[in-house]
């Protein structure tokens, strides 16, 4: 099992341009999540999802936009990326009680 | 709405000495715990986790952490540290009734000196 894997692992945007960031997990998780970490902040949440065509919003969501087409992927969208949005960006899965699988991570910058 | 304080952001200690990383949560209400780590450049990785039962939690790499409902804390301890585990430790709570959303804790970074 790959476990949670997130493409790319680096992306550097310039202002305004636009990308997604993909996850896919493979242990057929009904939860799936994207986080984004800063120095000093933890992990904060962007988006959530509790099953195959469904999302939500968690802590910070301005900005981003997710979709959850198909139960192993999910997919991060910035359509207008800001100097705000560099940080390390990590997908998770879950199902019920097992805690949260984590991705490897995605570096952002946006100059 | 539920929150986690990890007090200490930085914990320096020597090799093979004991080592404690705190953790409290806000809420009194039943919650599931947690705690990861975060070696440089990598995702977060489960240590252990509380759900139910005892309250001494054990978990890979020689952790284990006690639950104290009644202080509604959840620390961290190894009794003899490694070189190897310094890196940042993430402390967790979800509540029982939206399990599936995790409140992460700011971290803590041990630093493991010989």
């Known amino acids: 099992n790959a476990g949670v894997t997130q493409t790319p692992k680096f992306r550097v945007l310039k202002t305004g341009q636009s990308m997604t960031l993909l996850c896919a997990q493979d242990?057929?998780?009904?939860?799936m999540y994207w986080y984004r970490q800063d120095p000093g902040m933890g992990l904060r949440l962007i988006h959530y999802s509790v099953g195959e065509g469904t999302t939500a919003k968690g802590e910070v969501p301005d900005g981003y936009n997710v979709s959850r087409l198909k139960k192993q992927n999910f997919l991060l969208g910035l359509e207008s990326a800001a100097p705000s949005q560099t940080s390390v960006y990590f997908c998770?899965?879950?199902?019920?009680?097992?805690?949260?699988?984590f991705g490897p991570g995605t570096r952002l910058t946006v100059l | 709405a539920q929150s986690v304080t990890q007090l200490d952001s930085q914990v320096p200690v020597f090799e093979e000495a004991p080592v404690e990383l705190r953790c409290n949560y806000s809420s009194s209400v039943s919650v599931y715990l947690f705690w990861y780590v975060q070696y440089p450049n990598q995702g977060l990785q489960l240590l252990l986790k509380y759900l139910s039962g005892s309250t001494l939690v054990k978990g890979i790499n020689g952790f284990e952490a006690e639950f104290n409902k009644s202080q509604t804390s959840f620390h961290l301890r190894k009794p003899s540290v490694h070189i190897s585990d310094t890196a940042e430790y993430f402390c967790a709570v979800s509540d029982m009734d939206s399990s599936y959303k995790l409140i992460f804790g700011s971290g803590t970074r041990l630093l493991v000196r010989p």
């Open positions: 998770a899965s879950s199902s019920h009680r097992e805690g949260q699988f």
């Open positions: 242990m057929n998780h009904e939860y």
